[in-house]
């Protein structure tokens, strides 16, 4: 990646940025492409959030499912390590607490490939200042 | 696919299922069945709403109906009125406490989300070793503005009139700080951020490094603008080693997009960030000590002045500031001073993260406006006390803190109000104690902590605080008197008024605050030899119940003293004189007959 010399072409990164992440989001294959994030700061670590994550990479390969999974940092819900965010193509982000591989599975197999609802979904309880302004 | 329509999410949170929300679900379910709608609408149990004052809570989506205190008996309606008819069920919808109308659905429920976050915005959000999210958030547009249209005085000015104070304790003004250091002339000047966490039981910090390292970097970069450094270092306990490898991550992704380094996004403005690695003492979190620490001298304090705005880092003006602060830096400089300042009480501005800890139901970090209650905070947002049990209560400011107590419950959080309670913000831990917890021993644990963190400097922390660590064993063991009392409380101010710096000044905070709420409980210790929570072992005494003994013998075989006597068949006593409580018949019993008063 080359410098970014002004203000300008700072802005125009970021333009590009958001409607990347935005095509991911509505592209082509939106119809197949989930989106999960997995919680991994040292205490979601330490609780078993990287075997969650492997195993989604490994098992959502497996089965066919076009994902995308990344690492994010502390979600706060330490109470309810790993956790887990799930975004269907199309549809508000879900929060799933204490996700082992057991539970991933289950998350996959009911959630992701079958839209149905799984036990453990940690209900969004804040705002966040871009939430807060579009309520606005 | 699956079916399904329509969604019942029902709180399974502690404190709804102890409102027999599992209960509920049952019903809804059956209910359900009855209407034949089982294909069409699920049921699923969800973590806490953070409601848990109106729980059971029922949420539908996805019309986004809230209802709260659903009983069992309510799912019949629930399902013959909403699913069948279509039709809200009017007397279940939450009810706006102000109009005293019903609550149609969640959007108009601004008061239900008590947490905001400013902070945290990024954590748990974003990939933290990707830069381009960042920026895709619209990190380093902060700094981009700065360097385009204010000057670093216009800056100051901002910050000031924003109210932002210090996160990591003390609360002094962040804009304040910066103007000093500006003011103070050199050729060479230091941005420093302290990520020194060090009071048991916080880990925001470490949270805000792990999950949104750049806004820390962008923040420290705005700094330096504004104090004319070139240069900054975070000082970061070594015990943080993602912390560590995240923030290399972040600053080489920085450099490489020209967002640190020289002549940033083209203004002339050079400023670059190095790391420093504590080894984990708490004193070390004072800023005069971090300095000592980060030019490789003994983590010791020095009197102030001189402020390390005047001499700090190799003598030259240094700004320190703790790692929260600084992540509310860039949502200030974008959104304004005059958004800042309308969150929160008249002097306590913006959030404040707390990491909820102990006998409290939904462990975790949370960011609440400076201003909300004790009792929202533990009661709505942290789910309660698990178990069930009662609220005692809520230790603030690690070893530096004290408590607040039931009659603190309604009093707004901010860095005021907790002062005037005896205890202070501290950098935001927040332990939660039920009815089960000795406070003599909470205060004992936490001057136990600060006696092996003093740095043995200056004599009011290195030995009076030692004197006081024994008093409180006295007191714990049974061998306390009235006297005692006094003597911790006059020993306590002296350490108070006489010490070097913040550590000690502050260590006796916890023995003051819990003597002064909870002093009926130090009387039990010295004069009844009791301990009311059951914790000192010292003044318990091992009980076998006549009711549940059957004469197994199996304890007077586990005993090691031989304290235990009786017959095969018959009642065993525990002889008070021998017994060492160990514990080891309670251990043995299978009867519940040892119990421990």
Redesign the interface.
């Known amino acids: 990646?080359g410098?970014?010399?002004?203000?300008a072409?700072?802005?125009k990164?970021?333009d590009k940025?958001?409607s990347?992440?935005n095509l991911r989001n509505k592209g082509d294959d939106a119809e197949k492409l989930v989106q999960i994030?997995v919680?991994m700061?040292?205490?979601g670590?330490a609780s078993g959030a990287k075997e969650t994550m492997e195993f989604l990479i490994y098992d959502l390969e497996k089965r066919g499912v076009e994902a995308v999974v990344?690492?994010?940092?502390?979600?706060?819900?330490?109470?309810?390590e790993p956790?887990i965010?799930v975004t269907l193509p199309g549809k508000e982000p879900l929060v799933f607490?204490g996700v082992d591989t057991d539970k991933a599975d289950e998350i996959i197999e009911k959630y992701i490939m079958?839209?149905?609802?799984?036990?453990?979904?940690?209900?969004?309880?804040?705002?966040?200042?871009?939430s807060?302004n579009k309520?606005d | 696919m699956s079916n399904y329509s329509m969604h019942m999410l029902v709180c399974g949170g502690t404190g709804c299922k102890s409102s027999d929300s599992d209960i509920l679900v049952e019903k809804l379910k059956k209910e359900l069945l009855k209407q034949g709608l089982e294909e069409t609408v699920q049921v699923v149990m969800t973590g806490c709403f953070g409601f848990c004052e109106k729980g059971p809570i029922v949420k539908i989506m996805p019309d986004n109906t809230f209802y709260t205190q659903v009983k069992p008996e309510d799912a019949e309606d629930i399902v013959e009125e909403h699913v069948v008819k279509g039709r809200r069920v009017t007397r279940l919808l939450y009810k706006d406490p102000e109009k005293n109308t019903a609550v149609e659905d969640t959007k108009h429920m601004g008061f239900y989300k008590k947490q905001l976050r400013i902070a945290l915005r990024n954590c748990g959000f974003l990939d933290p070793e990707k830069i381009e999210e960042y920026i895709a958030r619209d990190g380093y547009m902060a700094i981009g503005k700065v360097l385009t249209e204010l000057s670093p005085e216009e800056t100051i000015s901002l910050m000031k009139d924003s109210g932002l104070r210090g996160r990591g304790g003390a609360g002094f003004p962040s804009g304040l700080k910066w103007e000093f250091a500006r003011n103070n002339e050199s050729d060479k000047k230091y941005v420093v951020c302290n990520a020194d966490e060090g009071d048991p039981g916080a880990f925001m910090d470490r949270s805000i490094l792990e999950g949104d390292p750049h806004s820390v970097l962008e923040a420290m970069a705005i700094t330096g603008y504004c104090i004319g450094a070139d240069e900054g270092f975070i000082y970061i306990r070594a015990e943080y080693p993602l912390a560590i490898e995240r923030l290399k991550i972040a600053i080489n992704q920085a450099r490489e997009y020209g967002l640190l380094g020289e002549n940033i996004l083209g203004s002339g403005f050079n400023f670059d960030i190095g790391l420093k690695y504590g080894a984990g003492a708490f004193v070390c979190g004072e800023e005069t000590a971090l300095i000592h620490s980060m030019e490789g001298e003994r983590g010791e304090p020095t009197l102030k002045p001189p402020f390390p705005a005047e001499s700090g880092y190799h003598g030259k003006p240094t700004n320190v500031n703790n790692v929260e602060t600084l992540a509310n830096v860039p949502s200030i400089i974008l959104k304004g001073a005059e958004w800042f300042s309308s969150i929160g009480t008249e002097k306590s501005k913006g959030t404040k993260v707390f990491a909820l800890a102990g006998k409290i139901n939904n462990v975790g970090l949370i960011e609440v406006p400076m201003g909300t209650t004790l009792r929202e905070v533990i009661f709505e947002i942290g789910g309660g006390i698990k178990d069930g049990k009662k609220f005692k209560a809520a230790q603030t400011g690690g070893p530096s803190g004290g408590c607040l107590t039931e009659k603190h419950l309604d009093t707004p959080i901010d860095y005021e109000n907790l002062v005037a309670n005896g205890s202070m913000m501290g950098s935001g831990g927040m332990i939660v104690l039920d009815e089960d917890d000795c406070m003599v021993s909470i205060a004992k644990f936490y001057l136990g902590f600060t006696v092996e963190e003093s740095c043995g400097k200056c004599v009011p922390c290195r030995i009076v605080n030692k004197r006081l660590h024994e008093l409180l064993d006295r007191i714990c063991s049974g061998k306390g008197e009235l006297a005692d009392l006094d003597r911790l409380k006059n020993l306590g101010e002296v350490i108070k008024d006489t010490s070097l710096c913040g550590l000690g000044q502050s260590s006796p905070n916890p023995v003051l605050s819990t003597l002064d709420n909870f002093y009926d409980e130090y009387y039990s210790h010295v004069v009844d030899k009791k301990c009311p929570a059951g914790v000192c072992k010292d003044l318990m005494e091992y009980f076998i119940l006549e009711e549940n003994c059957v004469g197994c013998t199996a304890c007077a075989r586990a005993c090691p003293v031989g304290a235990i006597t009786g017959e095969r068949k018959e009642l065993h006593t525990v002889n008070p004189d021998i017994c060492i409580k160990c514990g080891a018949c309670m251990e043995k019993c299978k009867f519940d007959a040892v119990i421990l008063k």
């Open positions: 990646m410098k970014i010399k002004t203000l072409d700072l802005k990164i970021r940025q958001v990347d992440i994030r919680a700061a040292t205490c670590i990344t690492q994010t940092g502390c979600m706060s819900y330490c109470y309810a956790t965010e607490g079958g839209g149905e609802l799984v036990d453990g979904i940690i209900p969004v309880n804040y705002e966040t200042i871009d807060k309520e």
